[in-house]
């Protein structure tokens, strides 16, 4: 891969370090060497932006509007034409935990749609197989959402051929898990009634999820995010996020 010449965008309170300079030309083939271009230039920047060898906490970098934490973090790639924003989270002067909540609503959607299409497919060929793997799907992205088969698909298919476009908003990332994770808990117990040869139960319990899917899918509403809420205002162990107020 050749070493591919970009430009970063640098946010005010990051300018003092930059000559007051809102745009920066760097090369390389990666994220992390694009921003280590820009650390040779300007090097009083590291201890802005790095704690170590890693980003800071608050500091996001975007390719165009992706996070590269929803990538490949650093070792993103870079493709000809794509500009690299960086956003501390005191951009803009919101709230710090607003500004690091950050949450691409494309890969939500990437996930609905697979789910519905793989339940559907199971249901119309009659076999627990596809179901079981949209439990486990479900059951990676609740706990490793970089590992998410639904992440993948999204930046390393639909969103490099251009079928869909990033949605980053602010947002709490664990009512989306936790609703995955009943996702991936209703559809294990669809798959157990089929190999017991309940069907009737099997399937109704996966058209609940597929239900469910849909109406996120298509209507924003997420059932499993309400009951997240709720949980919360209810002071329940491990639900600790509120909606963010902007």
């Known amino acids: 891969m050749t070493e591919i010449a970009t430009k970063i965008k640098i946010p005010t309170p990051l300018r003092a370090y930059t000559e007051n300079k809102a745009e920066i030309g760097v090369k390389g083939e990666t994220v992390g060497q694009a921003l280590g271009d820009l ?41 000809p034409g794509d500009q690299l924003r960086i956003i501390p989270s005191i951009a803009g002067g919101k709230n710090p935990e607003v500004c690091n909540r950050l949450v691409d609503h494309s890969v939500i959607r990437t996930s609905q749609a ?7 497919a199971g249901f119309v060929l009659n076999t627990w197989v596809l179901v079981a793997l949209a439990s486990i799907a479900l059951a990676i992205s609740a706990i490793e959402p970089k590992d998410s088969p639904f992440r993948l ?7 490099p051929s251009g079928l869909i476009r990033p949605d980053v908003k602010v947002d709490n990332p664990e009512p989306h898990r936790f609703s995955q994770a009943i996702g991936a808990t209703v559809t294990a117990l ?33 059932v499993g995010c309400m009951m997240y809420y709720q949980l919360s205002r209810l002071k329940v162990r491990g639900f600790t996020r509120l909606p963010i107020r902007s």
């Open 114 to 120: 697979t789910l519905i299409l793989l339940v559907l």
């Open 190 to 222: 669809a798959v157990v009634a089929l190999l017991l040869n309940v069907p009737i139960l099997g399937w109704a319990l996966a058209w609940l999820v597929v239900i469910l899917a849909g109406l996120n899918l298509f209507a924003g509403i997420c």
């Open 39 to 79: 650390l040779t230039q300007y090097p009083d920047l590291r201890t802005q932006l790095y704690e170590g060898d890693r980003l800071r906490n608050f500091v996001n970098v975007f390719v165009g509007e992706e996070d590269i934490r929803y990538r490949d973090g650093l070792e993103t790639e870079l493709s």
């Open 153 to 159: 698909l999204y930046s390393k298919v639909l969103q």
